[in-house]
């Protein structure tokens, strides 16, 4: 997957913050620590009828799932963002 270089700013959304520290241009640290203050929100679905149940609204905690599903984030970066966030 290609990802572009670029500063982290205030509006990437939990996704690209995941996809900048695999692709090393963020730190543990950093990744950390943006999560940890992230506006964290309930996991809304787009519609509530929808046929395709993984279809989610941009900066959820689902962005950290589907990081740690795709390979792109570990499980114990996961336990450890769950432990700081909760």
Do not use: C, K
Request: proline content about 3%; glycine content about 6%; cysteine-free.
């Amino acid at each position: 997957m290609d990802v572009s270089a670029g500063d982290l700013n205030t509006g990437d959304a939990p996704w690209e913050v995941a996809l900048r520290y695999a692709a090393g241009e963020l730190s543990h640290e950093q990744m950390i620590d943006t999560f940890t203050v992230w506006p964290w929100t309930h996991d809304l679905f787009l519609d509530d009828g929808s046929v395709w149940p993984e279809q989610y609204v941009r900066g959820t905690w689902q962005d950290v799932v589907r990081a740690v599903d795709e390979g792109y984030l570990s499980r114990e970066d996961y336990a450890e963002l769950f432990e700081r966030t909760a």
